[in-house]
């Protein structure tokens, strides 16, 4: 591969982590790998470094703290499934559909949400937790929510010299959730759209959440607003309304719209 | 150049310092550490038994054991693992999951079968009785054009019954 | 051919495992990639990034020393690949007909330097107007492509008198059907090592047919085939995907090899593969058939296109298949029919499991299946008035004297999953929430061996030599691509012989050392070449006075034969005598023998979403004999999820020429987990002239899944679908366009 030629840097903790990345602002952040070595591919890539984050002892966080959930950007999928299983029903299921064992063994939260796809597994039910990115550099820390922090496909709001350090989200008291993506297969397979929802009956809301329907993926904003009214049929028009599906190698605008009604439909009928 | 301003960086091109142990012994690769460990293996060890299908973890031809779990070793770098211990399926010692494979007819091109049986082995150790649904789920990364899986399925079914005698 | 006593035998019909199994699951097996020798040079290919276009110029950045470049300019002889024709260059020169034809190549002995190289390559192109897809190439408004009129190839005859029968019959259904491009996905993306040797070149990679190799560069390369060796490495899978594109890619290597002196290894990544390697013929195919009161078929109209893409390649042949497979299983007075493989500026169509036929069964099986629903019969049933039975005539007059095993396959599905009670409850579901299930059926036929004429042609010729030191040594130039062929081939050998089958060898298909038993295509391998070793054997039996019936070869060899002696026979494949085929009029035995399949696929279709689960798909095929249960097995199960993959959802579609789905993260293939248990039912209805009354069985589980597979959904949803990969999309888009809804 061409990238053999350019250098390798393997900070031992964050801090020489950080400093490389302050110094090194063409490099490239490399964890798991799964996502950045697939985009390496293409020879026009003018990454000139690779600092090799997989590991480092301070992005392994996995923790639920009464109803906060705190994931180091570096834990991996399989890990988590491991010991963080019961943390947020719904991201588990995200993660158990999400490409395959070993891709799950390399592939890491942090790289997911930095890489920026409209279709990323892990984002639905992140963005329905309201979910939380803490981002360092060697200036300091800052928090930023995960919808502020995604801009666009393949572009976040992570400045030079920053690190995706730590993802973090209140758990809701008592909700109920419906998880479903829709892929071509089983395994293996990139989303045509993802949808998750919540309903929390303690204050009688829900939060919905799309992937792979817009440049990033969209919380339905106006759509839940309206569940207070109880109108199903005109909450269904804001959510196709709201969505911004398109044709490509994967599905068809149309369909994905349909999706996009008929998952929010179940979700709705589920928690009548 | 940035890097040499930098303090305590473990950089390297040069492959001084990197080691790691692959089918229980130690090398000091030439190859640089941003090589894929695919093509280490491949071109600097050799070992021709992990195959290239695609490049970009779809297929599962490449996998390895990184540290007992398996991983696609098109996208892990020669540097990422430094200090660590691969198997390929040259170094595996899965007699009873091979012998499986071939009485139950699970091979035929060949070139997803060391792939299937590093996943299978990884399976195997982890959960020595996997249901069918283990098994799919398992083998989820493994692309098979030929066999059309059952009798891949089968052989995991009966190498897990060996073991299970043994 | 003699058929040995059933109980007597020793290897045939016994499930014995693969004799390549060993260096597989240990990663020794060699294949192209795994192999380097001193000195060896990589080769790259730089392609037309433009879908038509006049090239006006070629420039090469300034080359190191080390790397060399060739453009058609460099071919020492005429620029072609040979195959039937001679439309395929080996090198655009003056004209480019597709994005990824090749232009010129690079070798070098760093392929990341080639690759930053070639990105240097300046071509300056003049755009021509394209012809994207099959209905623009019919209209015909744009310069042809080949030819006058953009026809690679036609075919076309009435027998009866279709008109009055359409006009007399009170019923006619009508379709117009369509399939997509398929990519074969082998895991071992294509690749070839080439060197000088000799006084030539000698090549060694992953392919299907070395002497098709040998003949089809050498008239580039200037050189007398007998100076062109081939040999095969361990093949990682093929389909047919190996059939015809090695020659372009050896032809290639071949040419960096004598262009530099020195070994040159070309290996496509599969980004590469996908893009400019062939695939199955994309399909339009307008149908109508008529029924008496009796619901018996009286007439069918066809008209069968297919997209060939830039360049001929096999899309003749693939017609032919297309064109006999048409009329299916049924039998027929009146028959208008015309088949047309058309060029456009897509990469070229090529050779694919099943070879034609699944687009065209695809079209007749679903309009029986949508014949039995109109007219109110369960599709079992309407399949069983019109079947072909032994002693029946095929649509071109081919009268089936024996080993006709549809029926049975037939009787054999429906009854294993209760196909008519299930069909007729299915149809009564009405529910619009949760999941309907589904039931489909397809019968189906695949001609073994060679179409028509073609192993007229061929002349397969096999050898085998026998040494008391070593045992059977079978030379034949047909090779093991994960189809078992070494381990079918030795086990009839040894049975003829009735010597172990640790004594029997097969040569590694070498050009040099084999005689030309033909490609491995067409499903011909076990029937025609395994056919010519059995005769061998007889014949050294013979040699040393022995009756074909008698058992103790090694020791009359031993008592007869010095140690290092060894005693040879070799038989050139003769048509039978009363297979007659009229390539003109269409007319007569399209093939010496069919094997025979039915198929039921079940599904689920979960009406939130119209996502499909296939829950189970059982299989019958009548083969003849199988030689060996267990890979027969595997031809049936892999075929047919490669089959389901076609039918639901492997997606490959061109936009302006580009493909779509170029990498395997955007074409998807079926994994473990979306395979659903497949029951293999292997029949046999012994064919005389097969080795043991083998018949052919590598492509027939393809063939008939897909109306299956739709036929279920149709059954499901109370819907007709005409056209796959029939994936969610399209269901969404027919329910919710289409006010027509039969439920």
Known sequence: MWYEKIPFYAPSNLSEALALCQELPDSALLAGGTDLLVQLRDPNDKVKALINIAGLPELQTIERLGNTVRLGAGVTFSRFLQQGADFFPPLTEAVRQLASPSIRNKATFGGNIVNASPAADTLPPLYAADAVVILQSIH?????????????????????????????????????????????????????VSFCGLYLPEDKTIRLAYGAVGPTVMRALAAEARFSKGDKESLLAEVTEMVQPINDQRSTADYRRFLCRQLTSEFLTRIS | MHQETINNPKKSSEPIGLRLKVNGQWYSPRSAPTTRLLDFLRRELGLTGTKEGCG???????????????????????????????????????????????????IQCGFCTPGLIIATYALLQRNPRPNREEIQQALAGNLCRCTGYQKVIKAVQVAADQHGRG | MQKANKTSLQYVGKPIARVDALDKICGRARYVDDLTMPGMLYGYTIRSTRQRAKIISIQ????????????????????????????????????????????????????????????????????IPSIDNLEESLVGNKPPIFGQDNVFKSYAYIKGNPAQAFATSPTVISGTYRTGYQEHAYLETQGMLAFPYQSGVKIIGSMQCPFYIQKGIAPPLNLPPEMIVVEQAVTGGAFGGKEDFPSL?????????????????????????????????????????????QKRLTALAV??????????????????????????????????????????????????????APQAFFAIEQQMNHAAYRLGIDPYQLRKINLLREGDATATGQVLKESVGVEKALDAVVNKTDFVQKYWNYRQQNSQTGKRKGIGLAAFFHGCGFTGKGEELIKATATVDYLPSVGLVIRIANVEMGQGMATVLRQVGAEALCIPLERTHILGPNTAEVPNSGPTVASRTT??????????????????????????????????????????????????????????????????????????????????????TVTKLTAAHEIGKAINPILVEGQIEGGSLQGLGYASLENLVSHQGQLQQVTLTDYLIPTILDTPEIEPIILEEPYSLGPYGAKGVGEIPFVGIAPAYVGAVENALGTEFFEIPLTPEKIYRQLHTHTEDRS
């Open chain 1, 140 to 192: 300091g820390k800052r928090r930023v929510g995960l919808a502020d922090f995604i801009l666009g496909p393949k572009r976040s709001a992570l400045q030079t010299g920053e690190i995706l350090i730590q993802i973090e989200w209140h758990v809701p008291e008592n909700y109920i959730y419906y998880y479903r993506k829709i892929g071509t297969r089983r395994a293996l397979a990139l989303s045509k």
């Open chain 3, 249 to 293: 890619l050896a032809g290639h290597v071949a040419l960096l090899a004598l262009k530099t002196g020195k070994p040159v290894k070309m290996i496509y990544d599969r980004h590469e593969d996908i893009l400019c390697t062939t695939k199955r013929h994309p399909s339009r195919t307008i149908h109508r058939i008529a029924f008496d009161q």
């Open chain 3, 60 to 127: 090469f950045p300034a080359l190191p020393a080390d790397v060399v470049g060739v453009t058609a300019k460099d071919i020492p002889g005429k620029n072609y690949v040979a195959l039937f024709n001679t439309d395929q260059p080996l090198l655009a020169e003056q004209v480019v007909n597709y994005i990824g034809e090749p232009i010129a190549l690079l070798a070098g002995p760093d392929m990341e330097i080639l690759k930053e190289l070639a990105n240097q390559v300046q071509i300056e192109y003049q755009e």
């Open chain 2, 56 to 106: 970009e973890g779809e297929c599962g031809a490449c996998l390895v054991l990184l540290n007992g779990e398996i991983v696609n070793s098109c996208l892990v770098l020669l540097g990422q693992c430094a200090g660590q211990e691969v198997t390929t399926i040259e170094g595996l010692d899965a007699q009873v999951i091979q012998q499986a494979f071939v009485d139950v007819g699970a």
């Open chain 3, 527 to 612: 029937m025609i070449v395994g056919g010519l070793i059995y005769q061998c054997c007889l014949d050294l039996k013979q040699q040393i006075g022995m009756a074909a019936e008698a058992a103790n070869f090694a020791g009359v060899a031993a008592q007869k034969l010095n140690p290092d002696e060894h005693i040879s026979a070799t038989r050139h494949y003769r048509v039978p005598p009363d297979v007659v085929w009229d390539e003109e009029r269409f007319v007569g035995d399209a093939y010496p023998v069919y094997s025979w399949g039915a198929v039921v696929v079940e599904v689920e279709v979960e009406l939130l979403t119209y996502e499909v």
């Open chain 3, 303 to 356: 008209d069968i296109v297919l997209d060939g893409g830039a360049h001929s390649t096999l899309s003749q042949v693939v017609l032919a298949r297309s064109a006999l497979s048409a009329p299916g299983v049924y039998r027929w007075a009146n028959i208008n029919l015309q088949a047309r493989a058309v060029a456009t500026n897509q990469v070229p169509t090529g050779a694919f499991r099943g070879f034609g």
